[in-house]
Structure formats: C-alpha cells, structure tokens
C-alpha cells in the first residue's frame, strides 16, 4: 500500500518533492493543528504557523520526530513518524457517533482519545474533540479541564476558549444558570477580542442571544458570523429559522435552500 505522508507545505510542493514516487506514496494536506483528524503515517512539518510559545518551551516540534532542519538554532522542519493512530481512530469514531446519535460509539471514541492523549499529551485537535464528546454527555467540567490543560501548552487558543464558552452556554441553558449564560458570552467576547474574525465566536453569540429570547441581536451575530465565514451553514440556517419566527417564510426559504448547498 503507498505510504501516506501528510504535510502542512503546498500540496504542489510535496508532489513536485516526491514526484518520482507517484505510485509509492499518497501525500495528503492537513494543517498541523488538524493532524490528529487525519490518516497517515509519515509527516513533513514546517513550523509556519506554529504558536510562538510552543517553539520556545520545546513542545514543537512534536513527539515522533525523526528528523529536523535547523537553522540559525530554530527547528523549521519536522519529520514525523506516527506510532499511534487512536487519535484518528477516536475522531472517526466520534463522528460516527454523531451522525447515529450512537452513546456506545461516543464511550468508545471517549476511550480511544483518552488513549491518544495518554500517549501524546501535547495533541491538540484532541483535546478539541474529547471536549466535544464530553460535552455531548453532558460533561461540562471533565470538557473544561481538558480545554484548560490545552491552554496551557498554547495559551490563548480561540478554539479552546471557544469551546469552553460553548460549555458554560449548553449548561447555562440545561441548567436555566444566568451566570453561566453570562460566563459563556464573556468567553466568546474573550475569543474576538483575541480574532475578531473568528466567525464560531459571533455564531455562538447569537445562540446566546437567542437563549435570551433577543431575536434582533441574533440575527445581527449570525450575519458577523457568515461575514467572516460565507460558508458558515450553521448561521444561515438559524438565520432561516428567525425569519421563519418573523413570519417571513419565502425569504427562510431561500436561504435554508442556499445553506443546503455548502
């Protein structure tokens, strides 16, 4: 079978570099922050993009490296062998068990990346998804203590403090908690105040404005949200449903047409 090797270069870049080993490798492109979501077996990691703090506390590059270019004593590329593949593993299962809403393919995707975690504790997307998946159990605070190891070896991540927002906006609303609801949309201020384009922020934004039965303020996030995003589906389909509260039911119609689409 080709050997898979993913890398975060140019896809025209890696095809040209191994273009005498068509038949031999499959070289797919995954950002690095996203390498755990996909299949392969070999890597080719520059640090464009790495988070400065990871460079300098030597968590880049990462664990499995077999090789470095180094110059003038930064490491700008990585060779990377993978040893376990349960982070991929778990996530294939995690979405498995989104799409059968399966709570024994959601234990066993919790299981595996528990295992990819122990393996490696410096995987990112992993502590995403686990937090996901212990969110969807209703789990928030096992959720929130895996996002805060995270930022704590890549301080100030918007997806992590994103995720953690979603958290406190999920129980608040369960648990009919103000303060929750309230923490979740500091957190999401948090988030923009570090990316204003950061377009998951404004869309739960407007889910909390919702919750807070503030139809108008709603809408005017998702819009942010689809600024920042065009293909933001989610967005458009809640805009949809506030038109449709609106009695406007033709112009809903179009746009949940148009989400269907993305």
């Known amino acids: 079978n080709p050997i898979k090797i993913a890398s975060n270069a140019p896809t025209d870049i890696m095809n040209y570099y191994f273009r005498g080993y068509k038949d031999k490798v499959q070289l797919p492109y995954t950002r690095y922050y996203d390498r755990g979501v996909h299949n392969w077996d070999y890597a080719v990691f520059f640090c464009n993009y790495i988070d400065p703090y990871q460079i300098t506390h030597n968590i880049w590059p990462p664990k499995n490296t077999i090789y470095t270019v180094t110059i003038d004593g930064v490491k700008i590329c990585a060779v990377v062998k993978r040893e376990n593949k349960e982070d991929f593993e778990g996530f294939e299962l995690f979405d498995v068990a989104l799409k059968t809403r399966s709570s024994q393919?959601?234990?066993?995707?919790?299981?595996?990346?528990?295992?990819?975690?122990?393996?490696?504790?410096?995987?990112?997307?992993?502590?995403?998804?686990?937090?996901?998946?212990?969110?969807?159990?209703?789990?928030?605070?096992?959720a929130r203590k895996k996002l805060n190891v995270l930022l704590g070896f890549y301080p100030n991540y918007e997806k992590a403090l994103?995720?953690?927002?979603?958290?406190?906006?999920?129980?608040?609303?369960?648990?009919?908690?103000?303060?929750?609801?309230?923490?979740?949309?500091?957190?999401?201020?948090?988030?923009?105040?570090?990316?204003?384009?950061?377009?998951?922020?404004?869309h739960n934004l407007g889910l909390a404005s919702l919750i807070k039965n503030d139809d108008i303020e709603a809408f005017g996030y998702f819009q942010k949200s689809i600024d920042q995003n065009p293909s933001a589906r989610d967005s458009y389909l809640m805009m949809a449903t506030i038109l449709e509260k609106r009695g406007d039911a033709k112009q809903a119609r179009v746009i949940r047409d148009y989400a269907s689409k993305l």
Not at 108 to 123: F, G, H, P, T, V
Not at 166 to 189: H, Q
């Open 105 to 142: 393919k959601l234990d066993e995707s919790i299981q595996k990346m528990e295992n990819a975690l122990e393996y490696d504790k410096y995987n990112e997307i992993t502590y995403l998804n686990i937090a996901q998946a212990y969110i969807l159990k209703e789990d928030f605070e096992t």
């Open 162 to 202: 994103n995720l953690i927002g979603y958290s406190y906006l999920n129980e608040g609303e369960i648990k009919k908690d103000k303060a929750k609801i309230e923490r979740a949309i500091s957190l999401f201020n948090e988030v923009l105040r570090i990316n204003y384009k950061f377009a998951g922020a404004y």
